[in-house]
């Protein structure tokens, strides 16, 4: 394949639209139906619709809608970023996404072990996600980590990830691993079970959260201070908040960029120990064995 | 418009949630992990085999020089036989050719002396005839005539000296 031919470029161009364009649909969204703020509003996310579902009512809120443009501008990056793929490696996008994926499998090897080594698309499609998600806060938008319903289901999936490894080294074991190291902490170990997705899922969703509460407390303080000392001067000119330009940026450098990525980086180092260190290698290896013995028999 | 509360657990969202996951997992697996490390397999395959044919190119040209090497030196000595030969035949051939030449030359010799010989007994046998015929013309003169002996020796002599004469003169 030509990559200087208009086919590719086309189809290049087609694939940069998939990333840039469902960005561009959530701001229009959010401007379309976001009520004008009055004074400092703190709130989740908004409702769109609300479906009619057993058990629970289901709305739809930017926060499942942002997440689902998140994936598709995923998916028209991952696209974007194998366009063109060459043994000779031509393109440089070629050179970064190669980086990344052995980057990540390093990663996953080293905090994991061999037995996860097929965990490497995993842990970057939780970086991918909770990284983009957190960062569409820069754009103004509601970063859908801010949903404590976001993070709580990545964190099942985790939890169940972890009680499958617990299980591979045998249901009784799986049990007596609750009774350790004495048969009174029972109910501490299975509180500490419990805790461990809660803590995941509390920790990402609150700093995200905490992000975007300071900010909207620092833009009001700034704008309280700036009507306070400037509001002296004459006609609209008071009414500008000059002191909100500048330091909303710096710690929006801090709240959405370090914050959301250190997160998401977070977050997936966490699941990699958790899994990891919920597989009994041992155990495995002797059930293995066994297995082997009777089938031999 | 309405919002959720800051925190507000919702049972099907967090089902959502779990499912987008798995989807993003899905996407990357498919779409950049799969492609990625075929391309990436394919290109360590690319330079194995680039370093198996390098090592094959290499080890052919080792072998290569090695046989050039042993068949010069062996040209070397087959040169060597060659001119050894060569000189061999040579001094054969010219100790054959002057063999040759001296026999040639000693059977001229020999033939010529033969000749020299018959001509010798040739020349011999003709006088002794021609003597034996002037003798039988002289012995019919001599009986034609009767002649003192001194006359028959005169006569002799004479004509002997006349053959002298003869003889010279021819």
């Known amino acids: 394949m030509n990559e200087k031919s208009l086919r590719f470029r086309i189809v290049d161009a087609l694939y940069v639209a998939m990333m840039a364009l469902p960005i561009l649909c959530a701001l229009v969204i959010q401007i379309l139906t976001k009520a004008p703020g009055e004074g400092i509003s703190i709130t989740g996310a908004q409702i769109f619709f609300t479906l009619p579902m057993p058990l629970q009512p289901l709305p739809i809120t930017t926060a499942q809608v942002n997440t689902w443009l998140v994936m598709i501008s995923i998916l028209g990056l991952c696209l974007y970023m194998t366009h063109g793929l060459t043994v000779r490696a031509r393109l440089r996008r070629q050179l970064l996404c190669e980086w990344i994926i052995e980057k990540t499998e390093a990663m996953v090897k080293e905090s994991m072990?061999?037995?996860?080594?097929?965990?490497?698309?995993?842990?970057?499609?939780?970086?991918?996600?909770?990284?983009?998600?957190s960062l569409l806060s820069l754009f103004g938008l509601n970063p859908p980590t801010s949903d404590i319903n976001v993070v709580a289901g990545w964190a099942i999936l985790v939890f169940i990830l972890i009680t499958y490894y617990k299980l591979k080294g045998g249901f009784l074991n799986y049990l007596k691993g609750f009774t350790e190291p004495i048969f009174i902490m029972t109910p501490l170990n299975i509180l500490g079970e419990v805790a461990t997705p809660v803590s995941m899922a509390f920790r990402h969703y609150g700093n995200v959260l905490s992000g975007s509460v300071i900010a909207v407390l620092i833009a009001a303080a700034l704008q309280g201070l700036s009507s306070l000392i400037l509001g002296w001067l004459p006609g609209g000119l008071g009414e500008i908040p000059f002191f909100q330009i500048g330091l909303p940026a710096i710690l929006s450098l801090y709240f959405d960029i370090f914050s959301g990525l250190m997160q998401a980086y977070i977050f997936a180092m966490l699941t990699m120990l958790n899994i990891s260190g919920a597989f009994p290698q041992d155990e495995y290896e002797k059930r293995k064995q066994k297995k082997l013995l009777k089938n031999k028999k | 418009m309405q919002t959720l509360d800051i925190i507000s657990v919702n049972l099907w969202q967090i089902l959502i949630s779990l499912a987008n996951l798995l989807i993003i997992f899905l996407i990357l697996k498919k779409f950049l992990y799969k492609p990625v490390k075929k391309v990436m397999e394919e290109r360590r395959q690319a330079i194995d085999s680039d370093y198996s044919e390098a090592a094959e190119a290499k080890r052919q040209a080792l072998?290569?020089?090695?046989?050039?090497?042993?068949k010069l030196s062996g040209a070397n000595g087959e040169a060597e036989r060659i001119i050894r030969s060569a000189v061999e035949?040579?001094?054969?051939?010219?100790k054959e050719m002057m063999d040759e030449a001296r026999a040639k030359a000693d059977g001229i010799l020999r033939k010529a002396e033969a000749d020299v010989v018959l001509e010798r007994k040739k020349a011999e046998a003709d006088i002794r005839r021609e003597i034996v015929e002037v003798s039988t013309l002289v012995s019919?003169?001599?009986?034609?005539?009767?002649?003192?002996?001194?006359?028959?020796?005169?006569?002799?002599?004479?004509?002997?000296?006349s053959i002298g004469d003869g003889d010279e003169a021819e």
């Open chain 2, 89 to 94: 035949a040579a001094s054969f051939r010219e």
């Open chain 2, 140 to 161: 019919e003169k001599m009986l034609r005539r009767e002649m003192s002996a001194d006359d028959h020796k005169r006569l002799v002599d004479s004509f002997i000296d």
């Open chain 2, 63 to 70: 072998s290569d020089k090695k046989a050039y090497e042993e």
């Open chain 1, 113 to 133: 072990g061999d037995f996860f080594s097929g965990y490497a698309p995993f842990i970057a499609s939780i970086l991918a996600l909770s990284a983009f998600s």
